[in-house]
């Protein structure tokens, strides 16, 4: 399939200040998009302006949710050269959960190709300051206009582009947590591996009561016993137990996270044991309290790491540490792995995909 360059006939405005980058809020002058038709395939791939799209009101997605998306970065190095991270792990991914919702898979290797293509064409978007990025958003949607349940015949492929600087504005300090002992994310035969809009939607009443509450995020628990931590937010989650590092299974309800697999990369590099294996809330607590339980953090795209300080479950508060500072295994993850996006530290696993 070939890739169309459309002509582009104005810039947008830029925010000069990069320390007034907000996440999500500005979007570069470009996007890739191609089309999918059942007994045509994937056809009309085109990079060409930022535009809105033309759906009908009967477009599928709309209707049944039959959407799936991807998250990734490029960085500017000191040098200025521009690099992805793990792209194509991203586009395997991707195609992962276009199986799971009966959606037609792409061409890896074409994705990653339009993906650099695109992102040299707006090579100016991406930031120079510390902490900022260029945030990439793959998606997959249903554009058949039909009422009926059953997969789309008709889909849109499209990626976005978006500057951005620090996900939370307090930076790398230590978030509280609500653990939740009503609400879940997602059961087993579920879509909880899946990165599609129904798992962050199902979230939202939750994180609202979360914050109404004081809390930055929140703990979802399994579905069935509703004892054992899944994932906090829409991040991974990681803890310091016994000088271990433990995090639970890839068991078809938490996302296989790419940050996920690379912090236990590197956590291996440091010489730290894995454990991947089902916490209790019970576990926290107690190791909170007899000093097991050192540090806490999630890990996601768009966070890289976000340290926890505290953690809620109905009446009960644990602090870890004094609540305010990042832990130091936690500070070397994250020191090490931004230190590999950036270019600052060798990238000794093949991670960078550089342009």
Known sequence: MNLQILPLEKHKPRIADETQLA?????????????????????????????????????????????????????????????????????????????????????????????????????????????????????????????????????????ILCPVGAYYKGGLAPVKIWISDHYVRAAHGGTGEVKTGGNYAASLFAAREAGAKGYDQVLWLDAKEKKHVEEVGSMNICFLFDGKLVTSPLAGTILDGITRRSILALARDMGLDIEQRALSVDEIFAGAENGRLSEAFGTGTAVVISPVGQFTYRDQTVVLGDGKTTGKVTRKLYDTLTGIQYGRLPDTHGWVDLL
């Open 23 to 159: 996440f999500g809020k500005q979007f570069t002058d470009r996007m890739f998009v191609m089309q999918y038709k059942t007994g045509k395939g994937w056809h009309d791939a085109r990079i060409q302006p930022y535009q809105p799209f033309a759906l009908d009101p009967a477009a599928m997605v709309l209707h049944y949710a039959q959407e799936i998306f991807e998250g990734l970065k490029a960085f500017r190095r000191p040098d200025g050269q521009v690099a992805l991270f793990r792209p194509m792990d991203n586009f395997r991914r991707f195609n992962h959960g276009a199986r799971r919702m009966c959606m037609p898979e792409v061409d890896e290797s074409f994705m990653l190709q339009a993906l650099k293509e695109l992102v040299r064409l707006e090579a100016d978007w991406v930031p120079r300051s510390e902490g900022t990025s260029l945030y990439i958003r793959p998606t997959l949607i249903a554009s058949e206009p039909m009422l009926g349940v059953r997969p789309a015949d008709e889909y849109l492929c499209f990626i």
